[in-house]
């Protein structure tokens, strides 16, 4: 598991070490860059005497980029260093002196040599962006800004070159990208060496893009610093063990809990059934669903265990958490009934059209005395609403939005996307990087939210169920073949990875 942080407790995190622990900046930056090189030579390149173009600013990212390419060089491989006329600060400087022991390398100053400097970068096998990193507060301009847009159109002719960001890509930074009208001047990685902790902004879903390739590389620092200095936790696939619920060998479907699911309209009754469907193959015993008389019959055909129940009853007696609002609809009654369903106490996920309704509740929080019961599953358009923020704030700024959502509502929330961020009302945050298309189609959510209420009602921790579901989820759609699937093939997925 691999720890996240935003810029400014990043570099909080780099002068504790140097100035309590007694780190030299020099040592520190050696590591990381030996990190980095270590993904770079494990890149597949064609060519047995691999060109590298090693793009560097003033600052330590620039020292870190010096110090792969002095390592480059030291293993064979042709390098060339891309400056700029700026003075360098006092640690890249010493860089700067070692990788003068190695007169093989060339040096273009872009200013002077541009021509020369679009030729080595169209030339290149890779590409390393060590230009800018974490502290950028304003937008790349003059000779920096042609750098970044040259390293983007080679990459973008030359099918073979892999561009490789050090710690971030250049330009990016949380400011520039909430100043922004949509896009941004930004190096678009194939691969970025992200030196832990990793910069949390580079799984806000609207920056996600610009990052390719997360590789983590490793500074040094102490594990308690980095722990104590950590603001979230990614989570893998490889992870998933951990969080499912273990069963015990004499378990039977009484004892694997019950799981009651309110959903569908004469609109969208698939939704119904795919949540059901969806919580059948997680660790729940049995699986009840509460559906309007509309869709009754149409439901009936396609489920056959699962008991099927009108949606004006209340949960069965031994029900262990309730699903709320998967094509639900709007429709008058379902805020009395949604409310109804709350006051039982249950732990309850709600998705959909339950998300909609729970802004305009006079208490969407519940009894915050109580221990967290509930999952929020919003998309971004949902998760928008419950907080009153615009989509675009919300994607660039997912982690503080999200956990301000998960406080004010006291629920894990799971702000799901192409990178979903599962937010506990005491602070905990974790990561889990989608990026899989073949999970971005219709009933997809509705399947995400079976699981996870098949994990709730087996056993009532909402954050290791919303965990557990989540990985699940992103697994079945890992396991597709192809991106053409239909939300009712990833219940078969799910079937073959419980």
Known sequence: MQYLAAAARKQQLDRTVQEQCGFPSIVLMEQAARS???????????????RLVVAVGPGNNGG?????????????????????????????????????????????QWELRAEESSRALADADVVVDAVFGVGLTREPAGTYAEILAEINRQRSRKQAQTVVAI?????LSHELLSAADGSICC??????????PIDSLLYMPAARRYAGRICPADAGFPPEQLQQYREAELVELQDLPEWRVSLAADAYKGSRGHACIYAGSSRYHGAAVLAALAAGCGPA????LSVDPSIDQVVRTRLLSCVVQSSEQDPPAGTTAVLAGPGWDTISGRGERLQQLLALGLPTVLDGDALTLLPDFPDPAGDTGQV????????PGELSRLVGAPVPRVLRDT????RDAARRYYAVVVAKGHVTWICHPDGRMYVVDGMEPRLAIAGSGDVLAGCIAAELAADADPLRAALAGVLRHRAAGGAARDTGIAAEQLIELLRRGS
């Open 372 to 379: 967290v019961q509930r999952v929020l599953t919003p998309h």
């Open 399 to 402: 982690a503080r939005i999200a």
């Open 64 to 108: 870190d980029g010096m110090a792969i390419a002095r390592l480059a060089a030291h293993h064979g491989w042709l390098v060339t260093l891309l400056h700029t006329g700026s003075a360098w600060k006092p640690v890249p400087q010493q860089q700067l002196e070692m990788l003068r022991a190695y007169p093989a390398v060339r040096w273009l």
């Open 187 to 196: 190096v678009q990685a194939d691969c970025t060496a992200a030196v832990l």
């Open 167 to 171: 710690d971030v890509p250049s330009g």
């Open 285 to 288: 015993g049995r699986v009840t």
């Open 36 to 50: 980095c090189w270590e993904i770079i030579r494990g890149l597949e390149v064609s060519t047995p005497q691999p």
